[in-house]
């Protein structure tokens, strides 16, 4: 079972008033590598990536409310991890969160990379030594994302994570293609917001088992922190590189986490999920799948009684009957900018509209411009 690690971060969101998100939904175009999978494009990506820096550097409009950028799994070149970090630290504004996915390494430079910033993550090298210790796993491939948080101060907080279930990457006789199994996560807690979040990685949302799965963890630790601080988890990231965002393995995870099917469930009642997908543009090697990626989405509580629409970027439902209101982003190359609904508590008027989308952004030679986001005539009510 992975560890869920408790970790302070100084971040000064506005009280009372909804915070910001934005999704990179990119293509990935990934091969098969002596180390897991990596990029085909990684200075085309890189410059795809930069634009969006560029852009949320920039902040034109509302993006200088901008609290916390998702880029999907798998989507950053290892070799310009330090740059992206360097682009966070030095340009990004206070109060920023940002999580990225990156190209698969070894577990030796991902152990090298924990000790780099042991700061933040000593708890983690710990977990990592104990594996290590324990058998020749060092140049397993390991599939991580970083989550970097730029302080109230301007310092700057880089933590690490792996992801801790299988793939189909995976599905060979031979053990070298095994990745490896992280064994922790992060919660956040934001001092003084009082705005708890985590952050994983695609299939670690998923069951296992009902009862040694991440996610019943996660519900079981968010409950825990609520009867001992009356708090809960806020705000759920799941980065992604997924071909079946709509399989019935999501639907059932998401009923029962918001639906209180075993148990009531304080800690994770008012969370958002935010799912940020890489785009239909994606290509993996020995994948059939065509079209299938993109669709991400938000996820919040039922009580919050989102209108049904129909428009040609984003669609409102209910996933099939689960208790829950999604919002429903297309499948194309996007940036999605929207708020992250409050506590329902806070205002629980069924006129009052709590998750709005402020711009959907496509991109031509490099720029990214805003679209207008149509009414189909089939919309419904």
Known sequence: MSEIIDKKVNLEFPLGHHLHCM?????????????????????????LVSSILDLVVTGEGNLKKLHFLLFPESSIPTSRFDDMVAII??????????????????????????????????????????????????????????????EATGRMRVFLEAKSHPFHGEEYIDTFHDLYRGRH???????????????????DYLYRDLYTSNIRQIIDHSNQLFFTTRQGLDALFVIQCNPKPEH????????????????????????????????????????????????????????????QVNFSEFSTDDFDGAPVCRLRFGTGTRLLYFNLPPQHETDPRTSRVSLKVHAIMAVDDGVWHKIAVDEPLNNTR
């Open 185 to 203: 996560f992060y919660l956040f807690h934001c001092r003084p917001s009082c705005f708890n979040f985590m952050a994983i990685i695609c299939l």
């Open 248 to 307: 019935s393995a999501y639907r059932d995870v998401i009923s029962g986490f918001y639906g209180e099917y075993l148990e009531d469930t304080p800690g994770i009642r008012e969370t958002v999920t935010v799912f940020g997908n890489v785009s239909d543009e994606t290509t993996i090697e020995g994948s059939h799948a065509q079209n299938a990626f993109g669709s991400s989405s938000v996820v919040i509580n039922q009580n919050h009684r989102l209108a």
């Open 89 to 150: 630290e030095q340009r990004f504004r206070p109060n920023t969160v940002t999580v990225f996915g990156l190209e698969h390494v070894s577990l030796r430079t991902y152990r090298a990379l924990l000790e780099r910033f042991r700061d933040d993550n000593s708890g983690a090298i710990a977990l990592v030594d104990h594996d290590v210790d324990s058998g020749d796993v060092l140049d397993m491939p390991v599939n991580w994302c970083c989550v970097a948080v730029k």
């Open 23 to 47: 999704v990179a939904q990119i293509p990935n175009h990934l091969k098969r590598s002596e180390i897991g999978f990596t990029l085909v494009d990684p200075e085309e990506k890189w410059r």
